[in-house]
C-alpha cells in the first residue's frame, strides 16, 4: 500500500484499479498511513492554520424534492422560515467579532430570494464587513444569475455535485432533476471567476466504489478550489429516511485520498462528519482537513434546517461553538486563524 501511496502523492494520479485498492481495502495501517502524507501535503501549503467559514442557512424554502434532504419540497412537517436581511447582517457582524472572514449564506432554492434581493444583500454584507469574503450555497440557478451575484461581490460556490455517475444522481433525485443541469451549473461558476465548491455524499444509498471512482476522476478534471464531502445521513421525514448512514472510516479516508489528488484544495472537516462520530472534525483535520464551517445562525431556526437527523451544535450561541471548536482543534495540533483563507490560485487577486 506505501508504494501507491507514494505514487499518488508524487503524480496526483493513479490507475483505476489502484484507486479501488485505496477505496476498498479494509486496514487500519492504510488509512494511517493515508492521513500521515495528508497531513505532509496540507502542512506544505497551510502550515497549521485551519480556517473559518460562518454558515448562515437564511431560508428552508426549497422548491426540489431531494429524496435524502429534510427540506425537500414536499415535507409537510418541515417548519418553513426565511431571515430578513437585518437577521442575516447581524449574523455577519457578529461572527466578525468573533474572528470570521468568510461567511457562507446557504438555503434552499427559494424562489423569494430573486437576484435582486440577493444582489442587495451581498452588497450589504460587504459594506458592513469589508474584508470579508461572501460565499454563496444556493443551489442551481441559470449563468446570469450566478454572473450577477458576482458582480454584487460573491466570491466564492458551493455547489455539491452529490455523484459524478448519472445513474446513480438520478436515483437519489426526483426527475425533473437533471445530472447534466447540475454540471453546467459547475462549469458555468468556473466561467464567471468563482472559487468553486463541489462534492459528493460518502456511502449514499447504492453508492458503490466504482461510482467513488468516478468522483475522483471527476475531481481530477474539474479541478475545483474546493471538496465539501460528508456522510449520508438519513433524514426520517424523506424516502430515504430508513437507508444506512455512510461511515466516519471512509468519509476520513476519502478526505485523505482527495488532499493527495488536489494538493492544494481548501477541504471541511464537515458537521456531517462530527455528527456521525464525535471526534469526527478532529480525525478530519488529522487526514489532512482545513476547513471548519461553524454555524452562525440564529439558534431559534437551527432545528428547523434539518437536512438530516440528529445534527450537532444546534443550541450553541455563535461564540460558545466557536471557543468550543478552537479547543478541539488545539487537540489536533492546529490552530484556529482569523482570515478569508483564499484558494492559493486566488490568494493575490485583489477582486477576490
Not at 121 to 141: F, H, M, N, Q
Not at 173 to 187: I, V
Not at 305 to 328: H, P, Q, S
Request: net charge neutral; aromatic share 8%; glycine share 6%.
Amino acid at each position: 500500500m506505501q508504494n501507491l501511496i507514494d505514487k499518488l502523492e508524487r503524480n496526483n494520479d493513479l490507475t483505476d484499479e489502484e484507486f479501488i485498492v485505496l477505496l476498498t481495502a479494509d486496514s487500519p495501517e492504510l488509512d494511517a498511513c493515508l492521513a500521515a502524507h495528508a497531513r505532509k501535503v496540507r502542512e506544505k501549503y497551510y502550515g497549521k492554520d485551519v480556517y473559518i467559514r460562518g454558515l448562515i442557512e437564511f431560508t428552508n424554502h426549497c422548491r426540489n424534492n431531494c429524496y435524502y434532504c429534510g427540506i425537500r419540497r414536499d415535507n409537510p412537517n418541515a417548519q418553513r422560515y426565511r431571515l430578513t436581511m437585518e437577521e442575516i447582517l447581524t449574523c455577519c457582524e457578529t461572527g466578525q467579532q468573533l474572528g470570521f472572514r468568510t461567511f457562507v449564506l446557504q438555503g434552499g432554492e427559494d424562489a423569494y430570494f430573486t437576484d435582486e434581493r440577493l444582489a442587495e444583500l451581498i452588497r450589504a454584507i460587504k459594506k458592513r464587513c469589508p474584508d470579508c469574503a461572501v460565499t454563496l450555497s444556493i443551489g442551481e440557478r441559470e449563468k446570469d444569475s450566478y454572473a450577477k451575484l458576482f458582480a454584487a461581490g460573491a466570491e466564492r460556490f458551493l455547489l455539491r455535485h452529490e455523484t459524478a455517475d448519472k445513474v446513480h444522481y438520478e436515483s437519489l433525485h426526483p426527475a425533473e432533476m437533471s445530472f447534466d443541469h447540475r454540471m453546467k451549473c459547475l462549469q458555468d461558476l468556473r466561467d464567471i471567476g468563482y472559487q468553486v465548491g463541489c462534492g459528493m455524499m460518502v456511502g449514499s444509498p447504492g453508492q458503490t466504489s466504482a461510482q467513488l471512482l468516478q468522483d475522483m476522476r471527476f475531481l481530477q478534471k474539474f479541478q475545483p478550489e474546493m471538496v465539501g464531502i460528508g456522510p449520508f445521513i438519513p433524514q426520517h421525514d424523506t424516502p430515504l429516511a430508513e437507508y444506512p448512514a455512510g461511515t466516519a472510516k471512509l468519509t476520513v479516508r476519502l478526505l485523505s485520498i482527495i488532499r493527495l489528488l488536489l494538493p492544494q484544495v481548501l477541504l471541511p472537516a464537515t458537521t456531517a462528519l462530527g455528527t456521525i462520530d464525535t471526534q469526527g472534525r478532529e480525525k478530519g483535520l488529522l487526514a489532512g482537513a482545513n476547513v471548519l464551517m461553524p454555524n452562525l445562525s440564529p439558534t431559534a431556526v437551527r432545528q428547523k434546517y434539518a437536512l438530516y437527523d440528529n445534527k450537532i451544535c444546534m443550541g450553541e450561541e455563535a461564540a460558545e461553538c466557536v471557543n468550543c471548536l478552537a479547543k478541539r482543534v488545539a487537540s489536533t495540533g492546529y490552530k484556529i486563524v482569523s482570515n478569508r483563507g483564499d484558494h492559493p490560485a486566488f490568494a493575490s487577486k485583489k477582486n477576490l
